[in-house]
C-alpha cells in the first residue's frame, strides 16, 4: 500500500501562493486517484482538488477553480497542489489522500498526517 508525507503549509497573507507537495512511498502515485482535503476549524473536510489515475482532467472544487492546480510528477512520485490567490478561507489542515476507486468522489484509504496552512487577511 502507499504511504503519504505532506509538505509545503505555512502561514501566508491573503493574495499569496503556496505549493503543497504530497511525496508517495510503497506504490507508484500514478496507480491511484489521488486528492487534495482541506478541513477548516469548525468544518468538514472536503475536497478539493483531485487528479485522476484514469481518463482525463482535474476535479476541483468551486470555490478553488481557477485559483488551485494539481499535478503529479512521475519521476518524483509526488502529487503537488499550487494555491494562487490565496483567501482566509483557505485556512485550514490540507491533506493527501489516495484511493483506487474508479471515482475520485469515492471514499479514500490512504491518508497522509496533514500540513497546516494559514492564510491572514
Known amino acids: 500500500q502507499v504511504q503519504l508525507v505532506e509538505s509545503g503549509g505555512g502561514l501566508v497573507q491573503a493574495g499569496g501562493s503556496l505549493r503543497l507537495s504530497c511525496a508517495a512511498s510503497?506504490?507508484?502515485?500514478?496507480?491511484?486517484?489521488t486528492g487534495w482535503f482541506r478541513q477548516a476549524p469548525g468544518k468538514e473536510r472536503e475536497l478539493v482538488a483531485a487528479?485522476?489515475?484514469?481518463?482525463?482532467?482535474?476535479y476541483y472544487a468551486d470555490s478553488v477553480k481557477g485559483r488551485f492546480t494539481i499535478s503529479r510528477d512521475a519521476a518524483k512520485n509526488t502529487v503537488s497542489l499550487q494555491m494562487n490567490s490565496l483567501k482566509p478561507e483557505d485556512t485550514g489542515v490540507y491533506y493527501c489522500?489516495?484511493?483506487?476507486?474508479?471515482?475520485?468522489?469515492?471514499?479514500?484509504?490512504?491518508w497522509g498526517k496533514g500540513t497546516q496552512v494559514t492564510v491572514s487577511s
Open positions: 489522500a489516495a484511493n483506487t476507486q474508479f471515482s475520485v468522489m469515492a471514499p479514500y484509504s490512504y
Open positions: 510503497g506504490r507508484t502515485v500514478s496507480t491511484y486517484n
Open positions: 487528479i485522476r489515475r484514469f481518463g482525463v482532467g482535474p
